[in-house]
C-alpha cells in the first residue's frame, strides 16, 4: 500500500480543544500515522498562545474562537491581518509538503479562504464535516457575507482587493464538497441543499478500545448518573437539571447522584447553572468534576451506570455516546440530529424529546425499576458498537475514502 501525503487543517488539535470535533481528528490522525500515512498538521496557537512546532503539528495561525460575520470597520481591519497571518502559512506549507491530500476538518474560524486558494491552485481537499458550519458559513465565514451598509460594502470589496494584491485571494472562488465525508447520515442530509456534493461518504465515529477498555459491572443497575460534555446552553444543561431533581423529588430515588464533567467557555454560564442546582434542591448530589484528561474517562465511565446526553441542539454524532455505549452505560438521550442513528427507543437506550424533563426523569426511573429492561439495552447497545463502531473501523474508511479522493491505488502493488 502507497502511503499518503496529507496535510490536515484544523482551528484546533488536541491537547488544546473544547469539543468532540477536535477530538476526533486527534484519533484519525493518530490512527492514519499509525498505518504508515505522512500527516502533517496545521493548526492555530490556541492553548499555547505563541508559534511553535511539535513534531509532526505546527501551530501557528490565528483563529477567531467566537467567528460571526460582522461588519464594523474595526471587525474588518482584524478579519484582513487575521487573512495576511494565515494566508501565507497555509499556501507557503502546502507548496513545500506537496500533499496528495489537504484534509479540512473544523476551519472556518481560521481561514477558509485559503481552502478555495488551495482548491484553485489544484490540490485534492477532503473535508470531514462533523459541525453544522457548511449550512451555517453565510453567517460565519466574513467572505460570505457582505455589508449592506454602502460604505462598509465598499470597505469589504476595498479589503478584498488589497488581500488579493498580495496573496492572490478572490473573494468569489467557491468552494468545493466533493468527496466530503459526513459523520452522519442526518449531517449529509441537512448539508446538501447548499449545492452538489459528488463522492461524499458517511463515516461515524469510532471508539478506541485500546483506551476504552470495558470494565466487568455488576448485575443491577445502580443510581450513578452522568454527563460529559461542554457546560452550555445548547448542550441542555437546565434539561439535565431539571430530571436529575424530578429523578430524586418525583420518583422517589433519593440515593441517586449525579456527576458532571466538562467545563463551559463561560464561567458565567456555570455559576449560574451551579445555583440553579442549588435553587432545585439537588446541590448535595452534583458533583461538578470540570473539565478532565481524556485518559481519565473511562474510569469516570466505569464508576457511573447512565449517561445522560439532553442536547438541545441538532447533534450532528456525539463520541461521547458511542464511547459510554462501548464502556457498558445506558444511555438515555435526547431525540436531536444524528444521536437517534445509533440511540434507538428501548433497543439501544433510551429517547425523550428534546427539552423534556419531566420525559427524561421518566426513562431514567423505569431503567431504575425495570433492571432487565436496562441489561437488554446495555447488552444490545455494547453489541452494535463493537460490531460497527470501533475505531479501526473508521481508520479503514476514512483511509479509503481519501484513496479514492486521490486516486491512488489502495491495494498492494
Same mark, same amino acid.
Given at each position: ?68 460575520? *460582522?461588519?464594523?470597520?474595526?471587525? *474588518? ?337
Amino acid at each position: 500500500m502507497q502511503p499518503l501525503k496529507i496535510l490536515v487543517l484544523t482551528s484546533l488539535f488536541p491537547p488544546h480543544y473544547i469539543g468532540g470535533y477536535e477530538v476526533g481528528c486527534g484519533d484519525v490522525v493518530a490512527g492514519l500515522r499509525a498505518k504508515g500515512h505522512d500527516v502533517t498538521v496545521l493548526t492555530s496557537t490556541y492553548g499555547v498562545d505563541r508559534e511553535v512546532r511539535e513534531g509532526f503539528v505546527e501551530r501557528s495561525l490565528t483563529i477567531d474562537i467566537h467567528p460571526v460575520a *460582522q461588519t464594523t470597520l474595526a471587525h *474588518q481591519r482584524r478579519l484582513y491581518e487575521r487573512e495576511m497571518h494565515n494566508q501565507p502559512r497555509i499556501l507557503d506549507l502546502a507548496k513545500a509538503l506537496k500533499p496528495d491530500i489537504v484534509f479540512v476538518w473544523s476551519f472556518y474560524q481560521a481561514s477558509m479562504s485559503a481552502v478555495r486558494m488551495l482548491q484553485d491552485q489544484g490540490y485534492r481537499t477532503v473535508f470531514f464535516i462533523s459541525d453544522h458550519w457548511p449550512i451555517r458559513i453565510g453567517i460565519f465565514d466574513p467572505w460570505h457575507y457582505m455589508p449592506r451598509h454602502p460604505l462598509r460594502w465598499l470597505g469589504r470589496k476595498l479589503l478584498g482587493w488589497k488581500l488579493g494584491r498580495k496573496t492572490g485571494f478572490r473573494n468569489n472562488l467557491p468552494i468545493s464538497y466533493a468527496n466530503a465525508i459526513f459523520a452522519s447520515d442526518f449531517l449529509l442530509k441537512q448539508t446538501q441543499p447548499i449545492g452538489p456534493m459528488p463522492n461524499t461518504n458517511v463515516i461515524r465515529w469510532g471508539v478506541d478500545y485500546d483506551l476504552f477498555v470495558r470494565r466487568e459491572r455488576s448485575a443491577p443497575l445502580g443510581q450513578r448518573l452522568l454527563f460529559v460534555g461542554q457546560i452550555s446552553g445548547h448542550k441542555g444543561m437546565e434539561t439535565l437539571l431539571e430530571a436529575f431533581a424530578l429523578v430524586q423529588q418525583k420518583h422517589g430515588f433519593k440515593q441517586a447522584t449525579l456527576s458532571i464533567v466538562g467545563a463551559g467557555l463561560s464561567a458565567e454560564y456555570t455559576s449560574e447553572m451551579q445555583c440553579y442546582a442549588e435553587k432545585l434542591g439537588i446541590s448535595q448530589s452534583v458533583d461538578w468534576r470540570g473539565k478532565l484528561p481524556r485518559q481519565d474517562l473511562p474510569d469516570i465511565y466505569a464508576s457511573h451506570d447512565i449517561l445522560i446526553f439532553p442536547s438541545r441542539w441538532d447533534e450532528p454524532f456525539s463520541i461521547t455516546v458511542v464511547e459510554a455505549l462501548a464502556m457498558g452505560l445506558v444511555v438515555v438521550g435526547s431525540d436531536t440530529g444524528g444521536t437517534t442513528e445509533i440511540i434507538k427507543h428501548e433497543e439501544t437506550g433510551m429517547v425523550f424529546a428534546r427539552d423534556d424533563a419531566a420525559g427524561c426523569a421518566a426513562h431514567i426511573a423505569s431503567l431504575f425499576q425495570q433492571p432487565a429492561l436496562a441489561a437488554k439495552l446495555r447488552q444490545q447497545a455494547t453489541a452494535i458498537v463493537d460490531r460497527e463502531f470501533r475505531m479501526t473501523t473508521m481508520i479503514d474508511r476514512v483511509e479509503a475514502a481519501l484513496y479514492a479522493a486521490c486516486n491512488k491505488d489502495s491495494r498492494h502493488d
